[in-house]
């Protein structure tokens, strides 16, 4: 039975692939602010070490897949926490368990970004640059001064995604696994706020996929479920979308 941890297990993607990944067979630990085998706040350095030092107990160190689900929106209390967890809480796991994944069977790791990072693509942005340098408290000071809630979305997952690419060729001869899902619009609590606000709820409510709806939660799951399976053995350093043709919409001639 392998063993694989979710983050964000108890809400909306993070759930939906808790559950799923339980269905098909596996020892499934997630990790979450509550509602979770773990409860850990991966927002700081102390929540993130406390995290790693549970999943260590509870697994002796050998690990099978890992999925970072946990996330913040752009209604988060404020934009240095999106990087926190977004990018930072991210990064810092992967690193972390990377040696209990090469102890694992078929291991495979996956980390969530977003439609949202398609935007970004091929622009210097310095914030993305402080985030890939690994610097949290000068990128956390760097968006305090913009404050752009969207910016510091954007950025997070776009310096996520690209980490875990550069991550995926440098673990390529350790034989783990590490792909992206960037789903477009996922009904869930974090979608429903940023439609609900009043900064962002026109803009988000306008940017209607090709397949002219939102997705729900299991729709990505199925995806994570797929990509985390021996199914996918040869998939590596990938993004894929599941965002109903947002992406396509967005920037035809890049891929
Ligand atoms: P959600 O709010 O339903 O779930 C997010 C989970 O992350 C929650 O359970 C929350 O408690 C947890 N979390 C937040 N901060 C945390 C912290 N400091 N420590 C531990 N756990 C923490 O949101 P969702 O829509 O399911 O989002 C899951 C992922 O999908 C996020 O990374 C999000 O950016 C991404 N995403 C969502 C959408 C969408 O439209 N819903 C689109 C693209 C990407």
Redesign the pocket.
Known sequence: MPTTVV??????????VYELLKERGHRVIG??????EIA?????VE?REA?IREIRALTGGTLDGLV??????VT?PDSG?IL???HF?VTALLDALFDDLKRGHSPAALV?????ASQLVGQEVPLVETLLAGDEEAAVAQIRDLDKPQLA?AA??YAVTRFARRRAVAWGPSGVRLNVV??????????K??SEDPRFGEAVKNFVAPLGR??Q?SE?AELVGFLQSDAASFIHGTVLYA?GGMDAMMKEATF
């Open positions: 983050t964000g297990s108890a809400s909306g993607i993070g759930r939906s990790v979450d602010l509550k509602d979770a850990a706040d991966l927002s700081t929540g995290a970072c689900c946990a996330g913040l929106g988060a926490l926190r967890v977004n809480a969530i970004g977003s439609v949202a979305y997070s997952k960037a789903p477009g619009a996922v009904e869930t609590p974090l979608h706020a940023s939102a997705a939660p990505v965002d």
